[in-house]
């Protein structure tokens, strides 16, 4: 396994559900963090409750490509290049084709795939230089398979996928890894906003969903867990 301790590790999304759960388990295996977010109050109760300096986060909208640069610029000169990038930031947006608006299905594009490639834009000559790194990301059980109400959701989380992997194609002469993760629901405030009767209680624990990251972090280098699914026992999509 590789030893999380000292490792570089930038999470974004870690104020959602999912993130947050995964940077405490980062930081108790003494991962050194940079976590960022898009709500700058949660942002800092949690870096301050992971003990966190000021050097360790910051608050930025990841669809804005400004926001994105100044906070590479932010983190490569004051914290250094990332070792581990695990993108989970990310919006649901779930209605009918017929009731999604055009200002819906472009905001979730934009948080969910304009994001991820932002960052990798901004973070990716650092790992090239590094000739190693690790990338992240949670395309979803809808980002391989289809729901109705999912038209923007799933375009965005297909779209994820098919840039990943042909990023990974770019990066085959690298030691630069892609991780994509099949999850399926988990018990996070991301259902908060969905009208949709969901079973809560029957979803994955956020803590679940956190530790098959971690332990995704932790994989030997000697190969590459290029792909893992995780889903309710009881709603297994795939
Ligand atoms: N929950 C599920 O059932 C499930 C299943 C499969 C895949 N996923 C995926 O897993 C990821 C994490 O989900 P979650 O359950 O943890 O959701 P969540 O609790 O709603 O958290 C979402 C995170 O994304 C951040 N975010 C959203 N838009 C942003 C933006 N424009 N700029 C910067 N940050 C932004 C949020 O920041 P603030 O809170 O600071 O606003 C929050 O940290 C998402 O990509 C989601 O699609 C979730």
Redesign the pocket.
Known sequence: MEKLNGKKVFV?????????ALVKLLKQSGADLFI????SQ??EELAQSLGLSDLQFA??????ADQVAALSQQVISNWGAPEILV??????IIKSVDLLSVEEFTQTL???LL?PFLLVKVFLPSMKEAKKGLIIN??????KVPMAGAAA?SAS?YGLLGMMQSIREELKRTEIRITN????????????TIDLKVQKEK??R?EE?ARSIWFLCQQPISGVVSEMVLQPFNHQAI
């Open positions: 974004a999304g870690a104020t959602g559900g999912i993130g947050s960022t977010g898009r709500n949660k942002l608050q930025a909208d990841l669809t804005k993108n989970a930031s990310g919006i649901g934009n948080a969910n994001a949670i395309p979803g059980v809808l980002g959701y989380k993760i099949f999850m399926g629901g988990v018990d996070s405030p991301f259902w908060d979803m994955i956020e969903a």
